[in-house]
């Protein structure tokens, strides 16, 4: 089966059965940001975001915060507005030039592909940035709910609202996976991972040997 662009392997167990105990609203929900306070914000918030993963730029789409995003990476296509955002490079090699021709006020990475020597450049030209590791559910929920708060407060989104009761609703099934992220050389996800955590909290268990405790 298919979640948002990998390959699942579903063992003792059809993957229409996953997908009917898989909050939809979830796909795509890869996003968590680390503790920092964005309350130096408060007085006059960014308006104009660069996100440099196509996670992210889903996500905020995802919580009624796409009309800020102006940059985003080669890769970002979905939703279909995300297509007409301005393009700043690759995944993990974002230009410097092409963000800057954005005007942003806040730059945001996913930790995976995190660059501290561009991030620093940003920096000393007075380009804050924020950074998301994207390594399972909850914290997912955690940095949703810390955007809205910060940036749409009073204002969750249904998306978010549907997202957090039918995951703590879900019925648990048994079932073995494992997780194709590049077929050729094959690469398979393993811990630490965002879709490896959403499979394991619906009730999967991975069929890779314990001791494989890296990320791929």
Excluded at 109 to 121: A, G, H, M
């Amino acid at each position: 089966m298919k979640i948002g662009h990998f390959t699942v392997w579903i063992f003792d167990m059809k993957a229409s059965d996953l997908t009917r105990s898989m909050p939809q609203s979830l796909i795509g929900l890869v996003f968590t940001v680390m503790p920092l306070s964005l309350s130096l914000w408060a007085l006059e918030p960014p308006k104009r975001w660069v996100s440099t993963s196509p996670q992210l730029t889903e996500l905020l789409f995802q919580l009624d915060l796409g009309e800020k995003v102006v940059g985003t990476t080669d890769q970002s296509d979905y939703p279909s507005a995300a297509r007409k955002i301005r393009r700043v490079g690759r995944l993990f090699a974002p230009n410097l030039e092409a963000i800057l021709s954005c005007a942003p006020d806040l730059v945001l990475w996913d930790s995976s592909s995190f660059d501290p020597t561009l991030e620093s450049r940003l920096f000393s030209m007075g380009i804050p940035s924020l950074k998301f590791p994207l390594d399972s559910v909850e914290s997912v929920f955690a940095a949703s709910r810390r955007l809205i708060q910060e940036f749409r407060p009073g204002k969750k989104p249904d998306v978010l609202i549907r997202a957090e009761i039918e995951w703590d609703l879900r019925r648990k099934r048994n079932f073995s996976f494992i997780a194709l992220a590049w077929a050729d050389p094959p690469m398979v996800f393993g811990k630490k991972t965002f879709l490896f955590s959403l499979l394991e909290g619906l009730g999967g268990n991975s069929i890779l040997p314990a001791r494989w405790n890296t990320q791929y």
